[in-house]
């Protein structure tokens, strides 16, 4: 293997097991909820999103972060002033430990149903236990979710009246899905996109380039990124779309124009597209040093 891939899969390999404790600490770590705009809130920790839509009929939330944080979740719903039994519907970016891992939970206690892709669901109901991972044999095992719906891909989950879309795009997981939806305020409806992660990771002797229909799909997933309706980018890990810098910068200026990027899912494909064709580049020149 390549040495840069090398260090790269080891770091990953490490922290899916439990070892980068900085990380652990940081997606653990405790963050005030507040609100993005209109009806959408961020109810994760400083490293890890989740993302509550609300209305008067019942509330969705994307993502669960670790399954230790569920109580931390619920209280960070509690502090806004909903109820977690008003969470209607959960769903999910890609069911990895760090954004699924508390979805059992959270079902359990709110009585929502989740929601998935098709090979999300799969993966929910194996509590991460999936070959067909890349990642498969390094990221951590969690609670599986017994019950979960498919969605189809750009088909509109709903609670009341808010319609949440769904865009499969698969390539970090075979399930990732990104998701999108409308949020006003005082008269101004934006779309926001929760968009999955772009990077390609796997276990040490993976290789993307070995399958072809595989590398079609994420080449494909970053067309639909590019394509996505998106004046509002959010991302599980929020650091990969600046989200905390966003809203400090809302709240200096007192004003959303500061979140409001509309080629930012564009700018978000483009900088991914690169490193999985570097990626594939140093796949194939190692398979042909063997």
């Known amino acids: 293997m390549n040495p840069f ?3 790269l899969w080891l770091v990953v390999a490490l922290t899916a097991a439990g070892f980068a404790q900085a990380d652990e600490a940081r ?3 405790p963050q005030q909820p507040f609100h993005i705009y209109g ?5 994760g920790t400083q490293g890890l999103s989740a993302i509550l ?11 669960g972060t670790l399954p230790a944080n569920a109580p931390q979740i619920e209280a ?4 806004l002033g909903f109820r977690l039994r008003d969470v209607k519907l959960i769903l999910n970016s890609h069911a990895h430990f760090d954004h699924a891992g508390a979805i059992a939970r959270l079902a359990h206690d709110s009585g929502a149903t989740v929601a998935a892709s098709a090979a999300g669901a799969k993966e929910l109901r194996s509590g991460g236990n999936d070959p067909d991972d890349p990642q498969y044999g390094m990221a951590t095992r969690y609670p599986a979710v017994a019950s979960v719906q498919v ?3 750009g088909a509109a989950v709903r609670v009341g009246p808010v319609a949440v879309t769904a865009h499969y795009t698969p390539g970090h997981t075979p399930g990732s899905t990104s998701w999108t939806w409308r949020s006003c305020e005082q008269g101004r409806c ?3 996109a929760y968009v999955d992660s772009l990077t390609a990771l796997g276990r040490d002797g993976f290789r993307y380039s070995d399958e072809p229909a595989r590398v079609a799909a994420f080449r494909r997933s970053f067309a639909t990124v590019a394509a996505l309706p998106c004046d509002i980018l959010i991302t599980p890990h929020p650091e990969a779309s600046g989200l905390m810098q966003k809203i400090a910068a809302r709240d200096r200026e007192h004003s959303s124009a500061a979140l409001v990027d509309t080629g930012a899912c564009r700018a978000y494909a483009a900088a991914a597209k690169p490193r999985f064709e570097a990626r ?6 190692d398979a042909r040093g063997k």
């Open 280 to 285: 594939l580049a140093n796949e194939r020149q």
């Open 53 to 63: 839509i609300t209305s008067s009929q019942g509330h969705v939330l994307i993502d």
């Open 76 to 79: 960070n719903i509690r502090a």
């Open 190 to 192: 934006l779309t926001l």
């Open 5 to 7: 891939f090398r260090a």
């Open 39 to 43: 009806n959408s809130w961020y109810v």
């Open 151 to 153: 969605v189809a891909d």
């Open 27 to 29: 997606w653990s770590k």
